[in-house]
């Protein structure tokens, strides 16, 4: 069972990159090829790919800006039957493809794997994770499944397709993120069965860690919402669940009132704020 793994990269620290790839070289399970699909108008990533080239195999492509856009020139050179997407700061447990690899090839019936990701203390990274092992829903996929952490059969990628380059980080549109959570309700609409194991880890740092000031963490917040909010709108959620989670963050906002928790407020403002504004604008 060959893994393809397609990571995206665009301005980031080349140490994370080559912590990452450090974690693949270092994995128990060794069939796999990496795809690097590069943003950057540089070379900064020339000395690491001829590195690392030397111990695993890297494809290495050239992509215009947008996560979306460039995990689908990627898709289109994979040629492994299980497909994952790691970001460029993320890295591996050791054993985490032996782990997937385990489950797949024992559960023939099950068309993708999903688990947590978790930081370097071993908390949740990003929101909230389920933790109980089940088939993933359209109901708790937001807490089941982060692209980064998700292991998908190449067949299922052939029947999907390629991710909607309107929704992600660099789409130049407000949906800044909510692509890998389309697609896998498109999957999920087509009658493939997904499987969520919070055994299954992938590490990255907290989205806070990036963001220096008040502002860049109140917009980040708003944008990662406001593809939330569209995500809802275009596979047509009941307007409960959108009022559901709006409760829970004003729910959060009066808890970091009550703490003096001021980046606590300016997350679930923006979450507030932006999930609105993702459901109620149509482009």
Known sequence: MKFTLILATINTDINKIERFLGSLNNQTYRNFELIIVDQNDDERLKEIVEKFSRVFPIIYLRSAQGLSRSRNVGLRHARGEIISFPDDDCWYPVNLLEQVAQFLQANSDIDGLTGRVIDENENPSAGRFDTTSGFINRFNVWRRGWSISMFLRS??????????????????????????????????????????NPNISVYHPHPIEKCHNAKAILK???????????????????????????????????????????????????NLVGRVYGWVRTK
């Not at 829970?248 to 009132?257: A, E, K, P, T």
């Not at 703490?259 to 997350?267: K, M, P, S």
Request: aromatic fraction near 14%; glycine fraction near 14%.
């Open 220 to 270: 980040r917040a708003k944008a990662y919402s406001c593809g939330m909010g569209h995500v809802l709108r275009k596979h047509q959620y009941p307007v409960w669940f959108l009022i559901y989670w709006e409760l829970r963050s004003l729910v959060g906002i009066i808890i970091g009132l009550i703490q003096g928790d001021r980046i606590r407020v300016l997350t679930h403002y923006g």
């Open 155 to 196: 067949n299922v990628i052939k029947v999907v397709g390629d991710f909607d380059e309107t929704l992600g980080a660099g789409a130049g549109t407000p949906w800044g993120s909510g692509e890998e959570t389309d697609y896998l309700l498109r999957a999920l609409n087509l009658g493939f069965r997904l499987y969520y």
